[in-house]
T-cell receptor, first 116, second 109 residues
Framework: IAGITQAPTSQILAAGRRMTLRCTQDMRHNAMYWYRQDLGLGLRLIHYSNTAGTTGKGEVPDGYSVSRANTDDFPLTLASAVPSQTSVYFC???????????????FGPGTRLTVL | GQNIDQPTEMTATEGAIVQINCTYQTSGFNGLFWYQQHAGEAPTFLSYNVLDGLEEKGRFSSFLSRSKGYSYLLLKELQMKDSASYLCAVRDGDYKLSFGAGTTVTVRA
């Protein structure tokens, strides 16, 4: 089934631990994105990648890193988790990096992360 | 950056019409999107406007006025399944999306 998958679905993590959230898409989309969603704040962009091999910083990149070794995968790493990183994390992808008429972003099911 | 405002909550009766307004201030504009998000689920695409005017898709319509920095999403013939959050998102000149905080719509029988 085509789409975006994320793993894990949820995770409870001790502060200071390292964690990688996985995201895989099979739609051959060029662009991929990581957002966090917090109550009352909406979706905020953490990092993005317009194409394999390139990444960029979004609105709230501190404490997070990403890599884009190939088209399909876009992992998000928390090097040393802190309680303020408790959130729901969504990965998204789009067909082109802004050259298409709609360039709609499609979202994965999300990862609910709790940092204690 | 972007400043996107939409109401926090709205309540309506089944079968009625609800209009969700979104205002934005942008450093660059390249389209406005509406997404629907049910509780505990991912956002799903509803509509896209890049030119002024009304786009209609079944029971849902979206309107854009670029000169006023204003959009609305119109939901007609409300059904219980329309209870969800509705997210307004603006795409900037760098083709990144900025989202409003979302409007939670509750449909009552």
């Amino acid at each position: 089934i085509a789409g975006i998958t994320q793993a894990p679905t949820s995770q409870i993590l001790a502060a200071g631990r390292r964690m990688t959230l996985r995201c895989t898409q099979d739609m051959r989309h060029n662009a991929m994105y990581w957002y966090r969603q917090d109550l009352g704040l909406g979706l905020r962009l953490i990092h993005y990648s317009n194409t394999a091999g390139t990444t960029g910083k979004g609105e709230v990149p501190d404490g997070y890193s990403v890599s884009r070794a190939n088209t399909d995968d876009f992992p998000l790493t928390l090097a040393s988790a802190v309680p303020s990183q408790t959130s729901v994390y969504f990965c998204a992808s789009s067909d082109q990096a802004g050259t298409g008429a709609t360039d709609t972003q499609y979202f994965g099911p999300g990862t609910r992360l709790t940092v204690l | 950056g972007q400043n996107i405002d939409q109401p926090t909550e709205m309540t309506a009766t089944e079968g009625a019409i609800v209009q969700i307004n979104c205002t934005y201030q942008t450093s660059g504009f390249n389209g406005l999107f509406w997404y629907q998000q049910h509780a505990g689920e991912a956002p799903t695409f509803l509509s896209y406007n890049v030119l002024d005017g009304l786009e209609e898709k079944g029971r849902f319509s979206s309107f854009l006025s670029r000169s006023k920095g204003y959009s609305y999403l119109l939901l007609k013939e409300l059904q219980m399944k329309d209870s969800a959050s509705y997210l307004c998102a603006v795409r900037d000149g760098d083709y990144k999306l900025s989202f409003g905080a979302g409007t939670t719509v509750t449909v009552r029988a």
